[in-house]
């Protein structure tokens, strides 16, 4: 028998439930939590121990009508199932539920590139499709389009899209460039969004977001309202020319500057991607480990830093950006580039020339042309022990934020007994400050303190008047708390359209703050 | 006058609410006779002249008098019909009576210009116009994406998601924060302006959980007061150009040669290909052109081509940014359009003296600009206009036109129309022209564009624009999977507006008042 | 954390879930699993945190895993499905139990693989 149940259901009404569910997937695919299957729905990764989140069950569905019908099964035994599509948003949470008991839905199998349409450079997509199986794809069919993939390569197309992650190509923001949506409803019904609403609309759907009537599809983001089952998106056009570049900055306070450099390249659109500024250790993660630098825990000295910069040839900071579009656009616009970061004093630029067999550089570059890969999971050796948690706030993109922010998180990370290990991700006009956060999670005092660490970092940050564009399952709750502006109306208004769409409350219940009314995270725990 | 109103049968606004919202907005912010209320019908619209009238109109000046005006109109039983987001008023009687209006007059106040991050924010009366002046005076110079007239209002067609003709020509994507009062009379603020002293509420787009703001676009789930949006920095150069090509199945090789373009963003500006036809309404009434009646027979249209220095179909685009990049893409557009046979290429010093190109020139290049012909004067100030979306193909692009003009033709109408072409998808655009004298003439307009929705659906060419007269039935052909996507509409709607406060044309399910 | 280990535990007991004899043993197919897998973090050379992590603690030699003969499929198998300290676990939606028996084939003899190529 199960020894872990979701939150008020007896285990008769949890065993006819799974049992049901059997029925429609088969055996193998409901995973209860006697079978070890159940681990791989562990959370790895996080500073809470994994039984605060440990699934109940898993049920793997490997067609719409199988989400369907789960659903139903769900909605009639008032089952809370936890939609996953890869699973692999590590540090938010990997595929694990909000909460222990929840069953987790895992689209996984779901996996089919259905369509990519040249013509129109498009394609539509199951849950279960991964970056690293996107390019494939796109590779093994020589399709003159080039994807966009987050850091995590094994990340999911569609997961990361909904959960509002971005590239490095020119088509960073994947949210922007999604377009048509196919949705389960809490009551096993399936609605498609935009043109995908009209019978003979197919050609439609994946060309033009909007349809008729209220523009719905971003509502099914960071959300619960139903379980997303297909989404289009856009595809980038191989360009002419791309050169991507790395300006080394030498020391940490150049942070503004560099930023104050890039602001008006970015709204210029000379730089057309997500630049990013990266912070050394980061990059550094590629060729060392703390422990050769440092015994015992404690962040590194400035001292430290400065060797690690020279003996790896990095900068304080490292910042990287690309080119992209005809030939003599790109060399008319490299030449501002250039020009504008040369005036920063001691800035070195490099191109891919000047660091051929580099692999910082080289996982850089190949995330800005849409190549998948897992370098920077580096950062996991850094201390050891697999912890880490991304903390994520949103700044306007100026140097002054900037310099705040990094003294503001690394004066916390310090205070903890952690490294700053951050960059900042400049989009259209904001930046996405994103801090890996890194601990040894089978240090259980460690642990404790990343995890305090990060919620002391929450209240800092919205004290200052920045929010988190994403999180961590466990700090869903607290960082929903700080989007309080008039009362909290915002949230009041999403809870009320998940009462609207799921008003058995059975869909990921929680995701992002968002409970079903009635429901809080104390009535959950 | 109020009282004896009231008295009789059919239901109507009470005196009371009338008397509270003077009390709350003042008495010259309460718009009421048949006079003033026939100023927001539209005689050329499909209703016409003599469709119903609202209750009342109001002018509330604040968020705050929004937030009194929900409160009144929910004890009263009353619909309030926001001008911005539904174009106009439109109602049948019984409803109308009890709908009052709400004109953005007094809510017009550009709240701020940020030249660094290069955005504004605005209310919802702010027009194109109004934030050019205060723009033109920055330094740098930020462009406007002017949708539709230099008089007509951000909010509107943000609301409206009308596309305008520079890069930032999709609304939707470069507005970043809004502020709606919701029919409980909360005040939402979307994305990073839900976080007190946020200083990212028009710089990040999604904040934290689900991104509402398409929500509030096409719909009437709250009353938008504060919107955000992204403006372009004036480019180093600007350089508009048109292709014009000689016959109407042109079209096809015309769109064929543009789709890789659009996708390649080697065309960043919408390209938008127009019918002579459509060029030509821009410029002049028809009865300049042409005085037989019924459609423009094709030979008719061949001649008025040649009249105009201008082909059967006419492609509008722009380059921007350095003189050496625009040069560069020049080489590629101008070889890729010139292979086309019979196509003539032009740049703008081709076109001097050519007010339809200039019109369409400085739309391109950021300035708000309005037609010299005004607004849809084709036969007179009668017309229905549509826009049904496509995938940006030559193949469909023809499908479109055909089924298009058969049904106009049969119906007895020219049907003005260009493609408007963004991302992927071309919005075929068009109207239905009509002689607003005549009622004959009407009623064969709305027959028409009905069989034009239904028909155009039917070949997978949804209606994405229709008036407001229209609005339902555009809505019954999105009906896949059981009408599953408007049930989710009405879901909304009756959850976040149980009694009905905010009136839209769409089919939302709120006619509870 | 006592979860896990008892998971780990637990996972050497063999798993029958879907495993289809004529995959079975199929090194090919094995090696086209590490190559879309694995090979992110266990290819050689930096750049791959898990060749990086096992050349620091165990030498170079050891830091492929293709091919190593200290590694059996039963242990392989069971850090696929449960993960190990950095490396986190696969379940057997993303891997089926028939691709990580040729997974493990293919680790353990990777000649298999390049006989069978044509």
């Not at chain 1, 609403?197 to 523009?215: D, F, I």
């Not at chain 2, 509330?60 to 309030?80: C, G, K, M, Y």
Request: hydrophobic share 40%; net charge neutral.
């Amino acid at each position: 028998m199960n020894s872990i149940l979701p939150k008020g259901v007896s285990k008769e009404r949890f065993a006819a439930a799974t049992g049901a569910m059997r029925k429609v997937v088969g055996d193998p695919w409901v995973i209860l939590d006697e079978n070890p299957l159940i681990a791989g729905y562990m959370d790895t990764y996080s500073a809470a121990p994994e039984s605060s989140t440990a699934a109940s069950a898993a049920v793997c569905p490997g067609s719409v009508e199988e989400v369907q019908e789960i659903v139903r099964i769900a909605r009639q035994y008032r089952i809370p199932i936890w939609s996953i599509s890869t699973g692999k948003n590590f540090a938010y949470g990997g595929p694990a539920p909000r909460t222990a008991g929840q069953v987790v839905l895992d689209l996984r199998r779901m996996n089919r590139v259905i369509e990519v349409n040249t013509d129109l450079g498009y394609a539509i997509v199951e849950p279960g499709v991964a970056y690293v199986d996107f390019y494939n794809y796109m590779k093994r069919h020589k399709l003159p389009y080039w994807i966009d993939c987050a850091a995590n390569g094994m990340g999911g197309v569609m997961g990361n899209t909904l959960d509002h992650g971005v590239g490095y190509t020119a088509y960073g923001d994947h949210l922007l460039m999604q377009c048509g949506m196919e949705v389960v409803l809490s009551d096993g019904s399936l609605m498609r969004t935009g043109m995908g609403a009209l019978p003979n609309g197919a050609a439609s759907w994946p060309v033009y977001k909007y349809g008729y009537g209220p523009y719905i599809d971003g509502l099914f983001t960071q959300s619960n309202f139903g379980v997303v089952t297909k989404i289009g998106l856009w595809l980038m056009p191989e360009p002419p020319a791309f050169r991507p570049f790395m300006v080394q900055l030498q020391n940490e306070d150049d942070l503004y500057e560099v930023t104050e450099k890039l602001r008006p390249l970015k709204i210029n659109m000379i730089i057309p991607n997500a630049a990013i500024t990266v912070h050394l250790l980061w990059e550094a993660s590629v060729y060392t480990t703390k422990h050769e630098w440092k015994t015992g825990s404690g962040p590194l000295p400035q001292r430290t830093l400065r060797q690690i910069a020279e003996k790896f040839n990095l900068g304080m900071w490292n910042f990287y950006a690309a080119l992209y579009g005809l030939p003599e656009v790109v060399e008319a616009n490299w030449q501002i580039v250039e020009s504008t970061f040369r005036s920063i004093k001691g800035a070195k630029i490099y191109r891919e020339a000047d660091r051929k067999d580099d692999p910082s550089f080289n996982y850089r570059v190949r995330l800005m042309r849409g190549e998948p890969n897992l370098t920077e999971f580096s950062l996991m050796n850094w201390v050891g022990g697999g912890g880490h948690i991304n903390f994520s706030p949103i700044s306007p993109a100026s140097g002054a934020d900037a310099m705040k922010q990094f003294h503001m998180i690394r004066k916390a990370c310090e205070k903890y007994g952690f490294d700053y290990i951050g960059e900042f991700v400049i989009g259209w006009r904001e930046q996405h400050h994103i801090l890996m956060l890194m601990f040894n999670r089978y240090d259980a005092d460690e642990s404790r303190r990343a995890h305090d660490c990060f919620a002391q970092l929450i209240n800092d940050a919205a004290a200052e008047g920045y929010g988190e564009y994403r999180t961590n399952l466990h700090f869903m709750d607290q960082i929903a708390g700080t989007y309080n502006a008039n009362d909290g109306a915002l949230l009041r208004m999403q809870r009320r359209i998940k009462h609207a769409l799921d008003p058995a409350g059975i869909l990921s219940p929680g995701k992002n703050g968002i409970w079903p009314l009635g429901e809080s995270p104390e009535t959950n725990s | 006058m109020a009282l004896a109103n009231a008295a009789t049968t059919r239901p109507g606004l009470s005196p009371a609410a009338l008397d509270r919202m003077r009390a709350a907005l003042g008495a010259d912010a309460v718009v009421v006779g048949s006079a003033a209320l026939a100023g927001y019908l539209d005689p050329g619209s499909l209703a016409g002249p003599d469709a119903a009238r609202p209750a009342a109109a109001v002018m509330p000046s604040s968020v705050e008098q929004v937030r009194h005006l929900l409160a009144i109109a929910r004890e009263h039983r009353f619909a309030l019909w926001p001008l911005v987001g539904s174009g106009r008023f439109f109602a049948p009687a019984d409803r109308a009576a009890v709908t009052v209006i709400i004109d953005p007059k007094r809510m017009a106040r550009v709240l701020e210009v940020n030249e660094e991050f290069a955005y504004a924010l605005v209310e919802p009366g702010v027009t194109y116009a109004q934030l050019h002046d205060r723009l033109r005076s920055g330094k740098p110079p930020l462009w406007l994406d002017c949708a539709s007239l230099a008089a007509g209002s951000l909010a509107d067609d943000f609301i409206n998601r009308s596309f305008g003709y520079t890069p930032y020509n999709d609304h939707v994507i470069m507005q970043c924060g809004l502020e709606a009062v919701m029919p409980d009379g909360s005040v939402v603020r979307t994305g990073m302006g839900a976080m007190p002293r946020s200083s990212s509420w028009q710089l990040f787009k999604y904040g934290y959980g689900p991104y509402t703001d398409g929500s509030f676009t096409q719909s009437a789930f709250g009353i938008v007061t504060k919107v955000g949006v992204w403006l372009m920095p004036a480019p180093p150069a600007c350089k508009p150009f048109m292709v014009a090509v000689p016959r109407e199945d042109d079209l096809q090789r015309l769109i064929e040669t543009l789709k890789p373009l659009k996708i390649t963003m080697a065309i960043p500006s919408t390209a938008v290909v127009a019918h002579v036809l459509c060029d030509a309404s821009l410029a002049a009434p028809r009865a300049k052109y042409f005085s037989g009646r019924g459609p423009m027979p094709a030979a008719a249209v061949q001649k008025l081509a040649g009249d105009l220095n201008r082909g059967v179909w006419n492609l509008y685009g722009a380059l921007y940014g350095l003189p050496v990049g625009i040069d560069a893409a020049w080489k590629v557009i101008s070889g890729a359009f010139g292979g086309i046979q019979g196509a003539r290429v032009y740049s703008a010093d081709d076109r001097k003296g050519d007010a339809i190109f200039e019109y369409r020139a400085q739309l391109m290049c950021g300035v708000p600009a309005t037609s010299p012909s005004g607004a849809g004067n084709w036969m007179g100030g009668g017309r229905a206009e549509l826009a049904q979306a496509a995938p940006l193909t030559g193949d469909d692009a023809m499908r479109a036109v055909q089924i298009v003009q058969r049904v106009a033709q049969a119906h007895g109408f020219d049907y003005p129309s260009a493609f408007i072409a963004t991302w992927r998808s071309a919005l075929f655009s068009g109207a239905v022209a009509f002689d607003p004298k005549s009622n004959d003439d009407r009623k064969r307009a709305n027959d028409c564009a009905n069989a034009i929705i239904t028909e155009m659906a039917a070949a997978g060419y949804g209606t994405v624009g229709a008036p407001p007269e229209l609005a339902e039935a555009a809505a019954a052909t999105y009906s896949a999977h059981g009408g599953t996507l408007w049930q989710v509409h009405r879901k909304l709607k009756a959850e976040l507006d149980p009694h009905g406060v905010i009136a839209s044309p769409l089919p939302l399910g709120h006619r509870g008042v | 954390m006592m979860r896990r280990v008892a998971i780990v535990m637990l996972s050497i007991l063999p798993l029958a879930v879907g495993v289809s004899a004529a995959q079975a043993g199929d090194a090919a197919r094995g090696q086209q699993v590490f190559d879309t897998r694995c090979v992110f973090c266990h290819g050689e050379g930096l750049g791959h945190p898990a060749w990086q992590l096992l050349a620091l603690k165990k030498g170079k030699d050891k830091a492929e895993i293709v091919g190593r003969s200290d590694l059996t499929p039963a242990y392989i198998k069971q850090v696929v499905r449960n993960g190990y300290i950095e490396m986190p676990p696969f379940r057997a939606s993303e891997i089926s139990n028939a691709d990580l028996d040729a997974l493990a084939d293919y680790i353990t003899h990777p000649g298999a693989a390049s006989d069978a190529k044509p």
